[in-house]
């Protein structure tokens, strides 16, 4: 069993779900909520080791509001952000604020998530650019 904890906060229950899902069934303890201020709540009760977040969450607390205050609060927290709506001048926002990574939804290679998580969580691969490639030793296969 890991001791890591991850804050998982996406408004989309399919999605969000399976990644608490995916998480939890790896050893990582994990919390899941659908807002930015849920996320925000759980943040001020307690420490996490990594938050996932989208950018894109319903509510007045934004997935860069919600990735501002985590680092204010543990500037040591590693944060991935992962949306929909991509381009490069939100993925260079998302770096410049301290995110450890910004991924593209869809997910299509959910080893190379497993990895990329745990190479974060234990340090390594910090303010990289937008991931779109996917290493050939990964079979494709698309999370909701």
């Avoid at 939804?105 to 974060?120: Q, V």
């Amino acid at each position: 069993m890991r001791n890591e904890k991850i804050l998982v906060v996406d408004d989309d229950a399919t999605f969000r779900n399976f990644m608490a899902d995916l998480l939890s069934g790896e050893g990582y303890r994990t919390t899941s909520v659908m807002s930015g201020e849920e996320g925000l709540q759980k943040l001020k009760e307690e420490r996490y080791d990594l938050a996932f977040l989208d950018l894109n969450l319903a509510g007045w607390v934004s997935g860069l509001d919600l990735l501002r205050e985590a680092r204010r609060l543990y500037p040591e927290i590693k944060v991935i952000v992962c949306s929909a709506l991509t381009d490069k001048g939100t993925a260079q926002e998302v770096l410049r604020l301290g995110a450890a990574k910004f991924i593209e939804k869809p997910i299509e290679a959910l080893g190379w998530f497993l990895d990329t998580t745990k190479g974060i969580l234990k340090g390594g691969l910090l303010g990289e650019e937008t991931d779109r490639s996917i290493p050939e030793r990964d079979a494709k296969q698309d999370c909701p």
